[in-house]
C-alpha cells in the first residue's frame, strides 16, 4: 500500500514563502504521476501543481510564476516551492500520487498552509 507522507508548511505572511514536501513509500510503479492539491475553507479541493516522472510540469493558473514544483525519483519526493504567498493560498494541501496504468490515486493527509494578510 502507497503511503504518502507531507511535511511542510504552516504560517506565513503575505508575500513570503514556504516549501512542502512529500515522500511517497511503497510504490508499486514508477510510471506515475505526482503532485500537489489544496483546499480551501469552503470550497473543492483543486489541482495546485502535478509532475510526471518524466519531469513534465503542470500548474494551475493562480500559482503561475509563484510556485515550483520539482521531483526527485531516485528518493520517491516531490517538492513544492510557494513565494509570493497570497492570503488566497491559505488552504489544506494535499500530496498525491496517481498510477495512469491501473487509474489509482493514493493521497496524504495534508497539510496546513496559512498566509496572513
Known amino acids: 500500500q502507497v503511503r504518502l507522507v507531507e511535511s511542510g508548511g504552516g504560517l506565513a505572511q503575505a508575500g513570503g514563502s514556504l516549501r512542502l514536501s512529500c515522500a511517497a513509500h511503497e510504490t508499486s510503479s514508477s510510471i506515475n504521476v505526482m503532485g500537489w492539491y489544496r483546499q480551501p475553507p469552503g470550497k473543492q479541493r483543486e489541482l495546485v501543481a502535478a509532475i510526471t516522472y518524466g519531469g513534465t510540469t503542470n500548474y494551475a493558473d493562480s500559482v503561475k510564476g509563484r510556485f515550483i514544483i520539482s521531483r526527485d525519483n531516485a528518493k520517491d519526493t516531490i517538492d513544492l516551492q510557494m513565494n509570493s504567498l497570497k492570503p488566497e493560498d491559505t488552504a489544506v494541501y494535499y500530496c498525491?500520487?496517481?498510477?495512469?496504468?491501473?487509474?489509482?490515486?493514493?493521497w496524504g493527509r495534508g497539510t496546513q498552509v496559512t498566509v496572513s494578510s
Open positions: 498525491n500520487l496517481q498510477i495512469p496504468i491501473t487509474s489509482t490515486n493514493y
